[in-house]
């Protein structure tokens, strides 16, 4: 199933208690890209950048499988720059910097060859552009998966009902669902956030492991323990990625699917947070990816079979 | 196998958001006994209270196979008092009066018929009286499992490490086992903390589940969501009971059994936390813990079978 992404391309400039960096590749659609091109390589991206990105990074997305085609490059102007700061326990962080540049006036156009994808994922951005973005698609996707964020609930909260209402899956963190709820439980937080549009609902909880949610069927999936988690910048899209990538691979729409999706998000995720950005994902073999999946099940074998 | 506990048997007066209860049975021992009296009936406690202890309460212990041979009823005295109210996430609570009452000069004594026993299992106490009841035992049992908290690491740290010599397996929760490493992450604490003492390791992260930590085999079970969390005065020793009563049952002492033994202490905690105090725990049949039970395999399955 052809898998279109949109997102952000951007620059990152991360400090964390083991070191800090200068501006490096980052942004929501990088990770998702780079995340689940190691289960499909037919992957559409759609996103904007400043004619300031490198432009070996997007030959790497491209031998990844990663089409470009939808990239549009602004020529004089910069691309989307974040920079944080994360406390020393890593599970907070302050904004140091935000400047929107070309995703300021992002119009997301869709190429031709573009049309017709089967999976959907619309990373992190304004949610009236992620509805424009299935408006401008000619035929529904099968399935269509979003992201959002705390900031959107805030400022522009009616933008994000309406798209809420034309996906299947909400992917957001347990401090996302319990804002966008009300509720603290995660639970009940599931059931209100399902009757607001999305049929399918995955809460990540970091270091916590993550939750998937359909009709009455709930799974789990722990996170690794890890020594060390270096960034955890990108670990949440780099979950997404590797979930959809998996998706997108079987070609199959099933809870039952979807749960070992989180398995494959998960591991990916792990990896995420060893290197700053990109660096560790950018450096891993497929083999990588099977034993790291092979450890979570292990992991949470309750060795009743 | 026969199975020995010793913890405190007490009053608590507990606030939560929910409500509030007068004087109610609590304490380590009582969680612990009910417990693991789910799953095997040769259960002897050694405790100590007051005159003011409910006698039918301690028919009720009787009723489930617990022998309360070895606990001291001091006449005139009064039992152990706690009370504390929890805040709103349910994860924070101030302890508002603690009472030691008899609890101050517990000297623990071990009955004639409960000697030979296998399994011990030391609920949270001074740790010089945790290492005292294994002192007095005349055989060393063929596994010896103990709670402990921050309070003693604060006043009583000399002891504590002397008593985790002498012990199989320690039973913390992660802010517990952070203090005790002085390590954040859980692997690395997991560690220093097996270097002392405890060739197994159980961190409890209340409802985010809890590992099991053994050589290099490590198991993780998630605790289950629940709609709220009404009270978790009890939820830790109520997971070491399910915990010691599966070991007893299956007398089976192998990482493989104790991965099953946290899914059946992490069953019980989960109903302890749904009412105030025992009560949840006491209304239980069988059939509801096995039903617990497969909600958790449910949970976890990856669906890779």
Redesign the interface.
């Known amino acids: 199933m052809s898998l279109l992404v949109i997102g952000s391309v951007a620059f990152d400039a991360i400090e964390t208690p083991f070191g800090k960096t200068d501006k490096i590749v980052g942004g929501a659609a990088s990770y998702i890209s780079i995340s689940s091109s190691f289960f499909y390589n037919s992957i559409n991206l759609v996103a904007v950048i400043g004619d300031d990105f490198p432009k070996d990074f997007i030959i790497k997305l491209n031998q990844r499988g990663v089409d470009t085609k939808g990239l549009q490059i602004k020529e004089g102007e910069k691309s989307f720059f974040w920079s944080g700061k994360y406390h020393?326990?890593m599970n907070s962080r302050d904004t140091l910097v935000t400047e929107l540049n070309v995703l300021g006036t992002f119009d997301p156009i869709i190429p031709d060859s573009y049309q017709n994808c089967e999976i959907l994922m619309l990373g992190n951005l304004l949610p009236s552009v992620q509805s424009t973005v299935i408006e401008r698609l000619t035929s529904r996707p099968k399935f269509i998966a979003m992201d959002t964020m705390n900031f959107w609930m805030d400022i522009a909260m009616e933008d994000l009902r309406k798209t809420m209402t034309m996906v299947d899956l909400l992917i957001i963190n347990d401090e996302e669902a319990r804002q966008l709820s009300g509720e603290?439980?995660?639970?009940?937080a599931s059931r209100i956030i399902r009757n607001m549009g999305p049929k399918y609902l995955v809460i990540k909880?970091g270091e916590?492991?993550a939750?998937l949610f359909h009709g009455n069927d709930?799974?789990?999936?722990?996170a690794l323990?890890?020594?060390?988690v270096f960034d955890p910048t990108g670990a949440g899209d780099t979950f997404a990625g590797g979930f959809m990538g998996y998706l997108a691979k079987s070609g199959e729409i099933s809870f039952?699917?979807m749960?070992?999706a989180v398995?494959y998000g998960s591991a990916m995720a792990s990896f995420c947070v060893e290197k700053f950005g990109t660096e560790r994902l950018l450096e891993l073999s497929d083999e990588d990816v099977e034993e790291r999946v092979k450890l979570?099940?292990?992991?949470?074998?309750?060795?009743?079979?």
Chains 1, 2 share one sequence.
Do not use: A, Q
């Open positions: 020393n326990d603290y439980s995660l639970l009940k909880k916590h492991g939750l709930l799974f789990f999936c722990p323990p890890l020594e060390e039952r699917n749960k070992k398995v979570f099940l292990t992991l949470s074998d309750m060795g009743f079979h």
